[in-house]
């Protein structure tokens, strides 16, 4: 008989300033962007849900918390320069000791993502409250299981290529924006034993986190890219020989 499902532990971390600071903003997501996803991912079940924002020591994300998790979402957006080194580097190592990290929006200027891609994550964006079409390209594929062919935002932030990411090993979708940009907004990255999933829409004055086929893509990114195993990629062993050879044991000069 095969196992029950697991459960899988998803932190998600906010910054958690345009709710507090804006009107607008916290009329949309009164519990906080992250309070609107956490309800997504417990509506599905099958989830243990915590949060975590800026402001709490160690912004939330300590590495022994980070340890318990099995997939961290990352929405941040004006205060990227406020994450610690230290905190961004747990992120990056727990990644690639196999914990899946979501990054949503503006998330592609973060420093955990930009550490582990490599690259700056720099692209043309605009606010103009422009309609927004997601281009399914992989109906076959865990994140998309069950989203139409096309998703329509009727207001959103445009962003444009050229996205200065590396090639995505697996790109889900391609939006279009009325004002003529096309964007690669669904990508995956394996780094390491972990995932990286980056998921373009969820400016912070658009309801986009109350969209169904958003909050579907959201959940199923974060089961999909949740660890598979955990394991310390920094070891790197002195490794005894299987069969015979020819000076086992031989000194190794530095
Ligand atoms: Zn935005």
């Known amino acids: 008989m095969p196992d029950a499902p697991r459960t899988v532990r998803v932190l998600i971390w906010n910054e958690h300033l345009h709710e507090v600071e804006n009107e607008t903003v916290r009329a949309l997501y009164p519990a906080g962007i992250h309070g609107a996803l956490a309800e997504a991912f417990e509506e599905v079940g099958g989830f243990e849900v915590g949060t975590a924002t800026l402001n709490e020591p160690d912004h939330g994300i300590t590495p022994a918390r980070l340890q318990e998790t099995d997939v961290l ?63 399914n390209l ?34 889900l979708m391609i939006s279009w924006f009325q004002g003529g940009e096309v964007f690669r ?18 400016h912070e004055t658009y309801p986009t986190y109350h969209h ?20 310390d990629a920094r070891d790197s062993p002195n490794a ?4 015979p050879v020819p000076n086992p044991g031989k000194e190794h000069i530095l």
Do not use: N
């Not at 594929?141 to 590396?166: A, C, K, N, S």
């Not at 907004?185 to 969820?202: A, D, E, K, M, N």
């Not at 169904?212 to 394991?231: C, E």
């Open 185 to 202: 907004s669904l990508c995956t990255w394996q780094r390491g034993y972990g995932s990286v999933v980056y998921f373009r829409p969820g």
């Open 240 to 243: 005894d020989a299987l069969e």
């Open 138 to 171: 992989r109906p076959d594929h865990p994140i998309l299981e069950g989203v139409p062919d096309q998703v329509t935002l009727e207001q959103e932030e445009m962003y444009g290529e050229r996205f200065d990411v590396p090639d995505p090993d697996e790109l």
């Open 73 to 135: 979402l990352w929405w941040g957006h004006k205060a990227h320069d406020r994450v610690s080194d230290a905190a961004a580097e747990a992120v990056q190592e727990a990644v690639l000791s196999g914990m899946g990290l979501v990054v949503l929006h503006s998330g592609h200027l973060s420093k955990p993502f930009r550490r582990l891609l490599g690259t700056h994550g720099s692209l043309r964006w605009r606010e103009a409250d422009e309609k927004e079409r997601l281009w």
């Open 212 to 231: 169904p086929d958003v909050r579907r893509i959201v959940v199923q990114a974060g089961r999909w890219a949740a660890a598979r195993l955990r394991r």
